[in-house]
């Protein structure tokens, strides 16, 4: 009996603790195979980021994605049960005080939030954070990832300071804080990835950071369009945007015809219409470092050169996207009277937009990087659509698009006009100078993403 009273006793002091190191056991056991993906901007707009998250699930991890939810993301995303997506709030700034204030205000308020937030988020054994916007974002996940185990790894996709520039000018007070606190914080993480070997490069020599280069690459959706559902894409759209309607109806009643293309009747077949328009596509956030009277303008020359006689199909030009400048930007369009083109700027849904460039004739791509070290993610899904793409021209672009090889790269509107000129001289005819971009694009048998990222980003995670 009394063995069994001592047995009982040893038992109810020692059970709690194992029970409490048990539990712990089974706590972290669970954090390492969790990761948490930051994006202090709308997750739909992120596209890299989704991808991260993607593959983290499908490398057998849960992740939750934090980040603004403005805009809808990728299905894939909403539909996989190891992800979750956890709204952060997003803060408009002050109407009254000083500039500095309102942006002073919004920063302790994201500083707080987020890290609320990811103090009630189960723990994780990486955070992988996008910067920019690093600010206050950098700081808050080092210490919310001291707290709970976590190591930090950030993306760079550019630099914060630099794009703030491009509005305040570079010697601002604010983009100078900016610069300091990128340099400094940015050396708290325990893994940097980066966008190109030259932002590689410039964060090793000034900002004492290694970081692995992970280039973007297109996922698997985005691919060449089957001309049935090229035809159900533009039917769709028709409804919105009158651009994509039918310039003229069918003898044939029952004939579905888009401005592109049309459906028979009888057997269901889908063909090109005969004199149909040429589609070129761009897609923008509509900021400073994308300067769209450059194409506007070669968009006038073309148009000159119809007048005056050339060869050359109507347009359909397609911008997509949102942001600050759009209203601007959009004036100017209607101020230019085109006759032989129509501009379209709408905003797609994530499922219609890989749609859009498997169906179009020319991607045109006017990014120019605000640091000169990132690449324009819209050019690689455009590649893994086999879209040609004429680029602007900026430092570190020959990374991804090689002149005369892939794509054409050019400086100003003149530089342009003459290549949509090249371009489009022959069109549609499979034997002019667009047809063989796309050949070449064909047969490049570019990476993936998911491919890509088990090569290079999963090797590190797993080492660690």
């Given at each position: 009996m009394a063995a069994s009273i001592v047995a009982l006793l040893a038992l109810s002091l020692f059970l709690p603790p194992l029970l409490l190191v048990a539990w712990k056991h089974w706590r972290w056991g669970r954090a390492a195979r969790h990761v948490i993906v930051v994006v202090l901007g709308d997750v739909g707009r992120s596209p890299r980021m989704q991808y991260h998250a993607l593959s983290l699930a499908k490398s057998g991890f849960s992740v939750t994605l934090l980040g603004f939810c403005n805009s809808k993301p990728h299905d894939e995303l909403l539909q996989s049960d190891k992800i979750q997506i956890v709204g952060l709030t997003d803060l408009q700034r002050l109407a009254v005080g000083p500039h500095v204030l309102q942006y002073g205000v919004k920063v302790v308020f994201q500083a707080v939030h987020l890290l609320w937030k990811l103090m009630c988020t189960e723990p994780a054994a990486y955070i992988f954070l996008q910067n920019p916007p690093g600010l206050p974002a950098i700081v808050v996940c080092w210490f919310a990832g001291c707290l709970r185990g976590s190591k930090l790894v950030v993306d760079w996709h550019n630099y914060g300071y630099s794009i703030m520039g491009l509005v305040h000018g570079p010697s601002h007070p604010l983009v100078l804080l900016a610069k300091w606190y990128e340099k400094l914080c940015g050396r708290l993480s325990h893994l940097n990835l980066c966008v190109t070997n030259a932002m590689?490069?410039?964060?090793?020599?000034?900002?004492?950071?290694?970081?692995v280069t992970v280039y973007d690459k297109p996922a698997s959706f985005f691919k060449e369009t089957p001309l049935d559902l090229q035809h159900q894409l533009f039917v769709k759209l028709s409804h919105t945007y009158p651009v994509f309607r039918a310039r003229s109806e069918s003898s044939d009643p029952g004939t579905e015809r888009s401005a592109f293309t049309e459906r028979d009747a009888l057997s269901g077949a889908v063909t090109h219409l005969c004199g149909r328009p040429a589609l070129l596509v761009s897609s923008t956030s509509w900021t400073e470092d994308e300067d769209f009277s450059i194409l506007l303008a070669a968009l006038e020359k073309f148009e000159h050169l119809i007048d005056s006689g050339e060869s050359l199909p109507s347009l359909v030009c397609v911008i997509t996207g949102k942001g600050p400048l759009?209203?601007?930007?959009?004036?100017?369009?209607c101020q230019k009277g085109f006759r032989h083109i129509q501009v379209c700027t709408p905003w797609l849904e994530a499922e219609d937009y890989p749609l859009l460039l498997g169906s179009a004739d020319l991607g045109?791509?006017?990014h120019r990087s605000s640091s000169g070290l990132d690449l324009p993610m819209k050019v690689v899904d455009m590649f893994g659509c086999c879209l040609p793409v004429c680029a602007v021209k900026f430092q570190c672009l020959h990374e991804l698009v090689k002149h005369e090889e892939n794509g054409l790269?050019?400086?100003?509107?003149?530089e342009l006009a003459v290549q949509l000129q090249s371009l489009f001289s022959k069109f549609p005819d499979p034997a002019g100078k667009l047809y063989q971009f796309r050949e070449s694009l064909r047969e490049s048998e570019q990476l993936r993403w998911d491919e890509s990222w088990e090569r290079t980003v999963l090797p590190l995670i797993s080492d660690t």
């Amino acid at each position: 009996m009394a063995a069994s009273i001592v047995a009982l006793l040893a038992l109810s002091l020692f059970l709690p603790p194992l029970l409490l190191v048990a539990w712990k056991h089974w706590r972290w056991g669970r954090a390492a195979r969790h990761v948490i993906v930051v994006v202090l901007g709308d997750v739909g707009r992120s596209p890299r980021m989704q991808y991260h998250a993607l593959s983290l699930a499908k490398s057998g991890f849960s992740v939750t994605l934090l980040g603004f939810c403005n805009s809808k993301p990728h299905d894939e995303l909403l539909q996989s049960d190891k992800i979750q997506i956890v709204g952060l709030t997003d803060l408009q700034r002050l109407a009254v005080g000083p500039h500095v204030l309102q942006y002073g205000v919004k920063v302790v308020f994201q500083a707080v939030h987020l890290l609320w937030k990811l103090m009630c988020t189960e723990p994780a054994a990486y955070i992988f954070l996008q910067n920019p916007p690093g600010l206050p974002a950098i700081v808050v996940c080092w210490f919310a990832g001291c707290l709970r185990g976590s190591k930090l790894v950030v993306d760079w996709h550019n630099y914060g300071y630099s794009i703030m520039g491009l509005v305040h000018g570079p010697s601002h007070p604010l983009v100078l804080l900016a610069k300091w606190y990128e340099k400094l914080c940015g050396r708290l993480s325990h893994l940097n990835l980066c966008v190109t070997n030259a932002m590689r490069d410039d964060l090793a020599e000034n900002w004492g950071i290694k970081a692995v280069t992970v280039y973007d690459k297109p996922a698997s959706f985005f691919k060449e369009t089957p001309l049935d559902l090229q035809h159900q894409l533009f039917v769709k759209l028709s409804h919105t945007y009158p651009v994509f309607r039918a310039r003229s109806e069918s003898s044939d009643p029952g004939t579905e015809r888009s401005a592109f293309t049309e459906r028979d009747a009888l057997s269901g077949a889908v063909t090109h219409l005969c004199g149909r328009p040429a589609l070129l596509v761009s897609s923008t956030s509509w900021t400073e470092d994308e300067d769209f009277s450059i194409l506007l303008a070669a968009l006038e020359k073309f148009e000159h050169l119809i007048d005056s006689g050339e060869s050359l199909p109507s347009l359909v030009c397609v911008i997509t996207g949102k942001g600050p400048l759009k209203d601007y930007y959009s004036r100017l369009i209607c101020q230019k009277g085109f006759r032989h083109i129509q501009v379209c700027t709408p905003w797609l849904e994530a499922e219609d937009y890989p749609l859009l460039l498997g169906s179009a004739d020319l991607g045109v791509c006017l990014h120019r990087s605000s640091s000169g070290l990132d690449l324009p993610m819209k050019v690689v899904d455009m590649f893994g659509c086999c879209l040609p793409v004429c680029a602007v021209k900026f430092q570190c672009l020959h990374e991804l698009v090689k002149h005369e090889e892939n794509g054409l790269v050019f400086e100003d509107s003149e530089e342009l006009a003459v290549q949509l000129q090249s371009l489009f001289s022959k069109f549609p005819d499979p034997a002019g100078k667009l047809y063989q971009f796309r050949e070449s694009l064909r047969e490049s048998e570019q990476l993936r993403w998911d491919e890509s990222w088990e090569r290079t980003v999963l090797p590190l995670i797993s080492d660690t």
